[in-house]
């Protein structure tokens, strides 16, 4: 069992930066594939960014250049740098961890862009 969660979200102008942070519980944290995905009202949940154990990491072609997935198992966390942001990365943000069979969310946390 794997318990997730999210900070750092919030409200931030176009261009702007944020960092969401996903504290991880419960189990090895550094086995898991993690990742950030997101869901904005009326829209599927989509991914961001993955970031594998091992460290190898891939995004979404819509935010590739701007965001920065990183982990760092001393800390049981996964990151999220988020550089020029627009209003279409207006989503609530969910943290995932990933083995196997298992599959873990957390609650989210919301990232609105708007000046």
């Known amino acids: 069992q794997v318990q997730l969660v999210e900070s750092g979200g919030g409200l931030v102008q176009p261009g702007g930066s944020l960092r969401l942070s996903c504290a991880a519980s419960?189990?090895?944290?550094?086995?898991?594939?993690m990742g950030w995905y997101r869901q904005a009202p009326g829209k599927q949940r989509e991914l961001v960014a993955a970031?594998?154990?091992?460290?190898?990491?891939n995004y979404a072609d819509s935010v590739k250049g701007r965001f920065t997935i990183s982990r760092d198992n001393a800390k049981n966390t996964v990151y999220l740098q988020m550089n020029s942001l627009k209003p279409e990365d207006t989503a609530v943000y969910y943290c995932?961890?990933?083995?196997?069979?298992?599959?873990?969310w957390g609650q989210g946390t919301q990232v609105t862009v708007s000046s």
């Open positions: 995932n961890a990933w083995l196997g069979s298992l599959n873990y």
């Open positions: 419960g189990s090895i944290f550094s086995i898991y594939a």
């Open positions: 970031i594998t154990s091992g460290g190898s990491s």
